[in-house]
Structure formats: C-alpha cells, structure tokens
C-alpha cells in the first residue's frame, strides 16, 4: 500500500468520511467530516520535517516514488497490477 500512496490511513479515513457524510445526508455530520478530514490531511505535514531529519535521503527517494496521499499515476499502476 506505501508503494501507492505515503499515507494510506489518511486516504481511507478521509474516503471513509466523505463516503459517510454523502449516506448521511446530514449538516452536522458534513461539518464535522470536514474538520476531521482536515485534520487527517494536515498530519503529513507535521510530519514529514521530521521523517526527512531522520532518514535523510532514503524518504527523499520515497517521496519521489510515492505521492503523499493518492495521484491518478498511482491509480493506474494500481489498475494494471
């Protein structure tokens, strides 16, 4: 799954609200997806700084491999596998 995406419990959480708040129908529920997912979007760049401290140049070439949550090139590598 980190082949396709650095941050796949951020992709599913964020899909799983959005999935969540269009079944709900609710004003309350899209408010509050919206802060959530906004949070899990966010966690990246806090961070990152830290991973790219830490492992140097390994992360920097992951980062060049993986997006940071989902690209539509990962989407179609995925597809053909």
């Known amino acids: 799954m980190y082949e396709y995406t650095r941050n796949p419990q951020s992709v599913g ?3 799983f609200i959005v999935g969540t708040i269009l ?5 309350k529920l899209a408010v509050h997806g919206f802060l959530t997912s906004l949070v899990y979007i966010l966690f990246p760049f806090a961070e990152e ?10 992360y920097e070439e992951y980062c060049e491999q993986a997006p940071r949550f989902i690209s ?4 179609k590598r995925l597809l053909r596998e």
Request: proline fraction near 5%; glycine fraction near 4%.
């Open 49 to 58: 700084p830290w991973l790219r401290e830490h492992y140097g140049n390994e």
């Open 72 to 75: 539509m090139e990962s989407v």
């Open 23 to 27: 079944v709900a129908n609710s004003r």
């Open 13 to 15: 959480f964020v899909t």
